[in-house]
């Protein structure tokens, strides 16, 4: 009889012999096979539950017996006993292979599983966290073989974890003494093994064998709203997410109004580093908060935002984006200690990670976007806007990706514009306007109804959030109550007592609780601002367009926090986007967000968007002479010139006229990158 | 004709064939030859000087003609006219080989250069600052080429200087912007390139071409007092030196009352930690302010310290240090941030190394004086004493190197005697007593004369330091003021009148000033406190002796801030050391402010300290039995067993008993580690 046995493991298909009386972990790891463990094989953790199969496997040759595992020991009864064990499955560390046999890794004990993207692209993301929880055993001091706490410590990581060359923080050896004592030298290390060639990292080091999952932050920091996401580093799963307005709008609407702030105020972008990391913090504290999870176990962020934000998160002087040749200070990822941007309290020694910016005013979040849309996958030709203060815009394939970035400014956000506000329970966010009789029908956020419906009942009605402007303004243009150079008819020129003078301009009456209540309308002054929004989104995209030498692309993502509420049809309306099928127009929901969780689960992400980054050309809008000549054109609803054939197929814009005086007021105006 | 030619260099002998008019820059680099320079070879530091020989060189066979080397140039016309050439030398990086010739590199044109360290022993150092400026030619920014400005100074130290994988701490990036546009894109770059297998880092960035050197701080931070050298880091020259008390003196005078206040008091340590680095960062400001150096120049600082030290000024909690097994809570060396310890303003990205602890309470400041002293190199054995409020004590020679730490309390340093003070002017520092009269004469800091010298004057008297202290007890036993037993005798006893009754034990007048100025007496009390230092630190030298099996030592160094102002035969007389010849007894100065600042200037010297920590063996006083009968043995002054031959031969001590009395008073008591 043989010594050793024949192990096959599925689902990897990797196969050898191995000595009899192997644990089944050991051999999972002699083969390299992806099977979890926190506590290295002492029966504490479960990571490496495994799926023996027995009987007859014809595809592998091989007859599996009921002996081929030792039996269920007094660990895995005890475990069972507790905790639960699901039925066939054993513990990897305490069964030994003492015959052929097939083993089946589940998905859940798999350290680099693969789990869903909740995006529209539904792409599956392997989990290859950069920091994982490793339970060490520490050998207790002596008088007579003295070394330090933290030597043991790295000793203790090296010989159970092949962890090599362990640096860590000060604060993290200030908490060095308390756990391992605590714990009774035995305790779960954080270690971040960050995969770009710099040491492996102690983050945080936690008393005994850590039960929970260890979290990572993965921050939108927006120009006008930071979002963030709590997430849980073993399955990727998001615990809580929250949003909170950039406390930097104080000092500027815009980027570009920050910088100029910064140039003429002495201490000005200090003042505005400080605010945004407050902020940031605060963020932190209400996920951690929201969700029940402990700040030290927070282990990584991962920050994804446009250049000028990057700065003054940094600290850095961000005056230098304000004029050409708009040279960034540093545009390399960086992988900071969270503490040193102000992030706390997060674990000891936590890290926080920075994409790398693409160039000028491309920044991070163009980078997030690129890796959560990956563009340079696909043949056919993707043209992906992230839609927000500045948008950020991507068009490609699998033989060149172009980015630029267009300041768009913050109307799509429902700022600067009179009735808006942001997305909360009371703003309009979807409206239809009767072609004949011009009256609107709208929904608002937090109500299931239509507020023609009988279940509507008299909710407050606050406003008008950004998506829900884009039909509101689409929507006029479709009843006629807007023209092709978007001016607003009168009440005797569109027929409609809802057009009512507002000085020497019309406005639409969407809904009238005066005295008592909120009147929402859209003013002249709305559409001038979603004009010169919208024509500088088109006018990026057809610049990249022009440099790709195309007419028209194969599809279009619509990204951005709000980017998943924009309905395709009133976008195209409007003349955001060009000319496509509205069947290829999809959203990629907060694309920017699910890049940054990408980059905070997995460290192939972090190295591929950093080759990625210096492969996607950057073309710079503020210098280009087309920008403004594209700029110029799609100030019309849809378009001055272009023709909108996909368009025309679904909707037939009415051809009025409400003015002859001179059009296009906002198209000889520059709008400030915002 | 030959188109290379052969270039010897002296002094080191390297010699090879070049392809003519390659400059004696290029030649030397290829060659391996140590030539300094800062600009890489734009004429601009004149680092590169060498001194080419003409004529026969029969040694080498050659000879070298007057056209060997390229004509004077302009560049090298309008060094000389500027800021003048000595005789003879040219610029290496101008002058251009065009026939077999022999070049000289002096010693200021190396980097490697070696010092002659200002010690006892005289050892030679080489320098080898793990920091140099470098000075570089970084690209512009532009519009179609887009890299960040730290990527851009990356490539060029990369192309120019061979420095892979630059890093930089925000501080850093912080300040590039500003520092390459007022350079002109021409800037001079601190790159610390550690050798110890991490990444090289920036450290700061001065506009154009810097023409002063870089400096760093060599800082040993003792219990009592903190003293710290500015040294630049060209030569290793000392440029300014300072010393405060540790403001750390207020919540206890020794360490284990320091641990103790931690211990008791919840943020005690936090607040010891805060004085620390404010007491440093203040000792940092006095030597570049008394050096006129900008502080922007600093770019690296080393610190020794005890372990308690070492946990305080680290923010580690101090409190295992209190307790076997005397668990440090890290150990090996460390390079840090030296904003991270507070100690600012220097450079921005300036670095702190601290030396690695041995092991218990011997720590960084003896891992130092073993650098500095290195008995590991030495055939004879040496036993190292660096007196302090803790003692640090080395034994050992080629084959084997002990250490321990014994509490002598702060008595050495004038601290806890009655007239005690620190060592500055109108202090005694040198004292005899006439064996006759038992008169005393005496010497003060800052006064050329001995007291009953004409030129001595009427200068204040205001007190006895520690020198002095240790003098007049040994002067004292041999005048036959004191027995054995350390006993005082009265007027009578002794026949004279300065010993005057203090209660129930005497007083030696040796100055009274009274009423206008001071009363400087030795007290009974003032000789327990010296029998308790004194006795700890002869037990611990002989619990050393004992591990090595020895009875006596071939040498003797002594150490510590006021180490070279102890008299050894004084020393010898009060049985603080072991007996030797007297010509064997040695000062070595401040050997751990030595060790730092060879740690410096040198990064061999820091891997080579790193490496001999590890075979130093730690010999642990404070739960050793022997240390205890030690300790007891030698409360007799010099000692109540061993014989002292070697000072029987210079001096005959009185063989006198002033009391049948209990003796040993101090021998029982355990004092505090301080």
């Not at 008088?143 to 790295?154: A, I, K, N, V, W």
């Not at 980027?255 to 505005?272: C, D, F, H, I, K």
């Not at 990706?401 to 429902?414: D, I, K, M, N």
């Not at 703003?427 to 929904?443: G, H, L, M, S």
């Amino acid at each position: 009889m043989s010594d050793d046995a024949w192990v096959i493991f599925t689902p990897s298909g990797k196969r050898g012999r191995v000595a009899k009386g192997t644990p089944v972990l050991a051999a999972a790891r002699a083969l390299g096979v992806d099977l979890d463990s926190v506590c290295g094989g002492r029966g504490i953790c479960s990571k490496c539950q495994v799926a023996p199969g027995y009987g007859e496997f014809p595809k592998h040759g091989l007859h599996v017996g009921a002996e081929a595992l030792s039996p269920v020991n007094a660990v895995e009864e005890r475990y069972d006993r507790i905790r639960g064990l699901k039925p066939g499955r054993r513990l990897g560390c305490q069964a030994c292979i003492q015959g052929d046999v097939v083993i089946d890794v589940p998905a859940e004990s798999q350290v680099h599983r693969q789990v869903i993207r909740k995006s529209a692209s539904e792409r599956v993301m392997e989990m290859d966290p950069a920091t994982r929880p490793l339970y060490v055993d520490v050998a207790e001091p002596s008088m007579h073989e003295p070394s330090g706490d933290f030597e043991r410590l790295s000793a203790a990581l090296q010989s159970q974890w092949q962890v090599k060359g362990l640096q860590a923080d000060l604060a993290v050896l200030a908490t060095l003494q308390t756990a391992l004592r605590k714990g009774g030298w035995k305790v779960t290390a954080a270690v971040q093994e960050p995969g770009d060639g710099t040491a492996p990292r102690l983050l945080a080091l936690y008393p005994g064998y850590r039960e929970a999952p260890l979290y990572g932050l993965a921050i939108d920091l927006g120009s006008t709203t930071i979002a963030g996401h709590l997430v849980a580093l073993d399955d990727g799963s998001v615990c809580a997410s929250s949003g909170l307005m950039n406390p930097q709008i104080r000092f500027g609407e815009d980027l570009m109004s920050r910088v100029s702030y910064a140039m003429m105020n002495p201490g000005g972008a200090a003042e505005m580093t400080a605010a945004v990391r407050a902020a940031m913090a605060g963020l932190a504290a209400t996920l951690t908060e929201e969700a029940g999870v402990e700040p030290e176990a927070v282990v990584e962020a991962v920050v994804v935002c446009n250049p000028v934000m990057h700065h003054l998160l940094l600290g850095l002087d961000p005056v230098e984006l304000g004029q050409a040749p708009f040279a960034l200070a540093c545009g390399a990822s960086l992988n900071l200690a969270a503490a040193e941007i102000g992030l706390a309290p997060l674990a000891p020694g936590a890290r926080a990670y920075l994409l790398p910016l693409i160039a000028g005013h491309v920044g991070a979040d163009c980078a997030a976007v690129a890796l959560s849309e990956a563009p340079e996958t696909r043949d056919d030709l993707s043209l992906i806007v992230d839609v927000g203060t500045n948008a950020e815009i991507l068009l490609g394939n699998r033989s060149r990706v172009l980015a630029c970035s267009s300041p768009t400014g913050p109307a799509f956000e429902g700022a600067q514009i009179s009735s808006g506000q942001r997305a909360a329970p009371g703003a309009i966010e979807r409206i239809e306007i009767d072609p004949v009789t011009k009256e609107p029908r709208f929904r608002i956020i937090g109500n299931a109804h239509w507020s023609d419906e009988p279940g509507f009942g008299t909710p407050t009605i606050t406003g008008i959030c950004g998506s829900g402007i884009i039909e509101a303004v689409a929507e006029m243009r479709i009843a006629g109550l807007l023209d092709a150079s978007g001016l607003i008819g009168s009440a005797d020129q569109v027929g409609s007592a809802r057009c009512v003078p507002m000085g020497r301009t019309q406005e639409y009456v969407i809904h009238d609780a005066a005295p008592e209540g909120p009147r929402v309308t859209v003013t002249q002054g709305d559409i001038r601002a979603i004009q010169l929004a919208k024509s500088a989104l088109y006018a990026g995209a057809r610049l990249l367009m022009d440099e790709m030498g195309v007419d028209k692309v194969d599809r279009v993502v619509l990204a951005g926090a709000f980017g998943a509420h924009i309905s395709p049809k009133h976008a195209m309306v409007l003349g955001m986007i060009p000319d496509v099928p509205l069947e290829a127009v999809t959203s990629a929901g907060n694309a920017a967000g699910t890049g940054a969780r990408m980059a905070l689960c997995s460290r192939a992400a972090r190295r591929s968007i950093e080759a990625q980054v210096t492969r996607i050309v950057k073309i710079e809008t503020a210098i280009e002479p087309r920008f403004q000549e594209h700029f110029v054109a799609a100030n019309a609803i849809p378009h001055a010139t272009a023709p909108f054939p996909e368009l025309a197929k679904i909707v037939s814009l009415p051809d009025v006229s409400f003015n002859a005086g001179p059009t296009g007021e906002g198209g000889g105006r520059r709008r400030r990158r915002g």
